[in-house]
């Protein structure tokens, strides 16, 4: 008799509709974005190994990173890096005791998120 | 007892006695990023796309090394650390281990060749 009303019974919100908070949106976010940053690093490592081995070989590298697709790379892996900046200066300061209450939580969530693109815009126009 | 605090009577009752290294490592990692990550991208993104002399020529000057140099070791020592709690979240058992010894060994594989090749650019 357990399961007479199978098929009939309100679910749980499933997770393809279930709307993520924003603390956990930006929870997320951090653990995504330090991991991809691996992508620009080693980039930048084979970069730098072709400039010190010679002309040839860093013209093939510096084609790659400076090419539409290596652009992409390394301007979504500056978004990521002043993301995971950020997020990390919000850790620091829950890691003191503070900020942990909902609302100052979301504020900084909004500020990571904000202030990301922000720092992304000035370092794409400045270098 | 009764003059014993909380403090001491909790000292030393921990089962391992340790286990608070790899959240120190990230913490003081973290902050040493935080002073080298606005220097690097700073120092190192107008190198892209400049000719190779010139690139040879910015990377043997001291300060621009010396950055980077401390970005790449310290910041792949961050990944190694913060790529293996996203490892031990999501695997278990012998894929676990493998994923966190190739983790180990790509972190100080790449920090070896950016120093590697930053010391020749230098030299």
Redesign the interface.
């Known amino acids: 008799m357990a399961d007479v009303n199978r098929g009939n019974r309100p679910l749980s919100p499933h997770l393809q509709i279930y709307r993520m908070p924003l603390t956990a949106i930006t929870s997320i976010l951090t653990r995504i974005t330090g991991n991809a940053l691996i992508v620009g690093a080693l980039l930048i490592v084979w970069w730098l190994l072709a400039a010190s081995s010679s002309p040839e070989y860093f013209a093939i590298a510096d084609g790659v990173i400076t090419s539409w697709f290596g652009d992409l790379v390394m301007t979504l892996s500056v978004l990521a890096l002043w993301y995971h900046t950020l997020a990390g200066v919000r850790h620091l300061i829950w890691d003191t005791g503070r900020g942990l209450d909902l609302p100052t939580a979301e504020k900084l969530g909004w500020a990571c998120l904000i202030g990301s693109v922000v720092l992304t815009v000035l370092t794409v126009a400045i270098v | 007892m009764a003059f014993v605090t909380d403090r001491k009577r909790a000292t030393g009752l921990g089962s391992a006695k340790t286990g608070t290294e790899h959240f120190w490592s990230m ?1 003081v990692s ?2 040493g ?2 002073i080298l ?1 606005p220097l690097f ?2 120092t ?3 190198m ?2 400049e000719p ?1 002399e010139a ?2 020529a910015h ?1 043997a000057r001291p300060f621009p090394a010396i950055v ?1 140099a401390l970005t ?1 070791v310290v ?2 020592m961050h ?1 190694k650390n ?2 293996q709690v ?1 490892i031990e979240d999501y695997t278990g058992g012998l894929t676990r281990k493998v994923l966190i010894i190739g983790t180990i060994c ?1 972190s100080y594989a ?1 920090a070896a ?2 120093l ?3 010391a ?2 230098a030299l």
């Open positions: 913490t973290s902050v990023l935080l990550v991208v700073f190192f993104g107008p892209l796309g190779h690139v040879v990377f980077a790449l910041g792949f990944f913060g790529a996203l790509l790449a060749t950016g590697f090749a930053l020749r650019i």
